[in-house]
């Protein structure tokens, strides 16, 4: 039987996994879903669950398979690994999951060549740069879900602050998807207007620094405080796929902070790390070459060797 396109394939049925094959098979973007776990149980009952509820929404072809499962996919979606721990840092998980990839990556590339890999697994950074290693696809088709989330925290602590929709907010999070994170507060604007003036001129905050750096405190551990409370993060990371899903399936040319291998960027090379990127039917066109402050780049310079630090230990 002939593919039915767009075709995805998520590597990992546990709760990011199954969440994302669910909000995938709602958005209607996919008409080919496949769920590949070791568990394959599991998978088998994620997929009997998702079938149940597909009169309800679009005509979708879910189903649960080995490795092979990945042949004429547009997207590899990994998000299989061990779970991040209550306190444990996502750096802390790098050689659990380094060991997991060396045997994924290779069953993947056995059964695709054109497929474009998109890395969820945390630490995302070094495991997006294992995984092009590994693939030896070209740096625009392994793509890590990178500061794509972080992001979206980050509109929305500060729409929750200035009291304004979080689309009309222009602000990134880039470097590390974890804890040497940095805002771009020299490129943040609401309407065009800089934060901070907007914060004083029209939400009659007055002189909001302190506020706009304690939030910024607070995205970067978002993903802390919600393990903790609930064991881990599946609905903000899903819808947060399905925006990265969609700019390559459509087409859409979105500028979104993924995780990309970059080049002389401030003098840093052959690292994966979260910059806004080009991102279409290709992958990552290319990324964006940002003016950063004189304190930024220090701050992503920080990030990106604490990145190459970790890379020097894993044995690639």
């Known amino acids: 039987m002939k593919s039915l396109k767009p075709k995805i394939a998520i590597i990992g049925a546990g709760n990011v996994g199954s969440t994302f094959a669910f909000s995938l098979m709602i958005s209607g973007l996919a008409r ?14 994620e997929c009997m669950d998702l079938n149940h509820g597909l009169s309800f929404a679009h005509p979708t072809k879910i189903y649960a398979a080995g490795f092979e499962g990945c042949k004429d996919a547009d997207i590899v979606v990994i998000t299989a690994g061990a779970n991040q721990k209550p306190g444990q840092s996502r750096t802390d998980l790098v050689k659990e999951n380094v060991a997991i990839f060396k045997e994924i990556i290779p069953a993947i590339s056995k059964h695709t060549k054109d497929s474009i890999l998109l890395v969820v697994t945390n630490p995302v950074d ?5 995984t092009l290693k590994l693939s030896g696809l070209p740096p625009n088709r392994v793509i ?12 929305y602590m500060i729409s929750e602050y200035c009291k304004v929709d979080p689309g009309n907010i222009h602000a990134y999070i880039i470097g590390e998807h974890g804890d040497t994170e940095l805002p771009l507060w020299s490129d943040a604007s609401i309407g065009g207007m800089a934060i901070e003036k907007y914060c004083t001129d029209y939400a009659g905050l007055g002189n909001a620094k302190d506020e706009l750096a304690e939030i910024f405190e607070n995205v970067k551990n978002a993903a802390y405080q919600i393990i903790e409370a609930k064991g881990a993060t599946n609905y903000s990371i899903a819808l947060s796929l399905v925006k990265i899903t969609r700019s390559i399936l459509r087409d859409e040319n979105s500028i979104l902070p993924v995780s990309t291998l970059i080049t002389s960027y401030y003098g840093i090379s052959d690292v994966c790390i979260s910059i806004p990127s080009h991102v279409s039917i290709n992958g990552v066109d290319h990324y964006l070459k940002l003016k950063l402050s004189d304190q930024e780049q220090k701050l992503f310079k920080h990030s990106a060797n604490t990145l190459k630090k970790l890379i020097k230990t894993i044995g690639l």
């Open 126 to 130: 070094i495991l997006t740069y294992v």
């Open 144 to 155: 890590g879900s990178g500061t794509v989330l972080d992001t979206a925290r980050f509109k």
């Open 32 to 45: 080919e879903i496949v769920l590949i776990d070791k568990n394959e149980l599991l998978a088998k009952g």
